[in-house]
């Protein structure tokens, strides 16, 4: 049997392809899930920042759309459900309360039909209350409503598996895993790791994703907080504590050891010094660093892959070329050498060349 698809026997004589789960899939080799909806439509002027609550679900299901696509393109395997945020304590902050079944179920429809049309996954999301507090039973069980609530709609999707995300308390992680492990269907959980380099109850890393494994997660690791340069340490030590597959999802910003967290970096310009979120434009990754960060993953045996808040499909794009792939948008990857001024193609005016070279030298050993 081909490594695409699977047959089974339908009604009658008809036999039909079953598509490959994440499981499947991660025992084969690496998945992308393409994350970052949030700020790309925040720059895009159609979300909110600071409350960011996904309300463009509703307003403009259009737009929703084709950025899924467009992460699709890029080469993400995954089309996860734009439900970050969009639970009963976030949407009270805007007003929108009663807009909850509407717009989990049209976020669920939007990712359906792209994912369903383009042979991708189907991911349901949910992430952090905003409400939890280890110490406070009343405010545990509004959690497990928020979560239960959110994934009674996702399986009435048919999703393929479960996104819990964006965790900086373990234990809210831990919540949200048994919630996820009575629908039956496999959990992806990831944690915003803060500052300090633990969770907010002190477990490091490794220990919290150690007890998401025994607890049943099918896939454990870190999302958003970090980029690249302050999550590569805290994934070695997480995939030498765990067996099951592990995911990095770092947001695409020069975080560091002094300000490791994409909250913390500083901006001297800003009125408080805080970058985070509307100015982090200086931090930001290209795509080449982000392509670095997937090999480097990728060597650690990280198997689930993507970036976060501040990622645009130029950065999956350049995450799956670094991973052996060409996805559909790679027909447009760049090729200077049919740039007027830098190029080397023969068909080009060798006045331009010559122009290029005199007026802006050369770029250094890559340009040569």
């Known amino acids: 049997m081909g490594k695409r698809a699977r047959v089974r026997r339908g009604r009658g004589s008809r036999r039909v392809a079953k598509p490959r789960g994440l499981l499947e899939r ?12 949030l700020f790309e439509f925040e720059r895009r002027g159609y979300l909110q920042a600071g409350a960011f609550v996904p309300e463009i679900v509703l307003e403009r299901p259009d737009l929703v759309e084709s950025l899924h ?52 996954l189907l991911a349901g999301d949910i992430c952090n209350t905003s409400i939890y507090d280890p110490d406070d039973a009343r405010a545990q069980k509004q959690v497990r409503r928020i979560f239960d609530e959110q994934l009674g709609w996702a399986v009435d ?70 980029g690249p340069a302050t999550m590569l340490p805290l994934l070695r030590e997480i995939r030498a504590a765990v067996s099951c ?38 931090f930001l990754c290209n795509r080449y660093e982000i ?39 790679s027909r447009f990857s760049p090729d200077m050498s049919k740039h007027i001024l830098f190029g080397s193609d023969k068909r080009l005016w060798q006045k331009n060349l010559e122009y290029g070279r005199q007026t802006y030298g050369a770029a250094g050993p890559a340009a040569r």
Request: hydrophobic content about 40%.
């Open 157 to 226: 999707a048919g999703v393929d598996y479960v996104v819990a995300e964006t965790y900086a308390f373990g234990s809210e992680a831990l919540l949200a895993l048994e919630a996820i492990m009575r629908t039956g269907r496999p959990a992806v959980v990831t944690l915003a790791v803060p500052r300090d380099g633990t969770t907010r109850e002190g477990w490091t890393p490794a220990e919290a994703c150690r007890r998401l494994e025994a607890a049943g997660a099918a896939v454990v690791g870190l999302n958003c907080a970090r």
């Open 291 to 329: 392509a670095e960060f997937g090999k480097a993953a990728r060597a650690l045996d990280v198997r689930y892959l993507g970036v976060c808040c501040g990622a645009g499909p130029h950065h999956i794009r350049s995450l799956a070329e670094a991973l052996g792939r060409r996805p559909p948008a």
């Open 69 to 120: 696509r467009e992460f699709v393109h890029a080469g993400s395997d995954v089309v996860e459900a734009f439900t970050y945020y969009a639970h009963r304590a976030k949407l009270r902050m805007v007003g929108r309360e009663g807009d909850l079944a509407t717009i989990n179920r049209t976020a669920l429809r939007i990712a359906k039909k792209v994912a369903r049309s383009t042979g991708t």
């Open 245 to 282: 597959p592990v995911a990095a999802l770092p947001v695409p910003y020069h975080t560091t050891v002094a300000e490791p967290v994409f909250q913390s970096l500083s901006d001297p310009s800003r009125p408080d010094h805080r970058a985070f979120p509307t100015a982090l434009d200086p």
């Open 26 to 37: 991660l025992a084969e080799g690496p998945v992308i899930c393409a994350e970052g909806y």
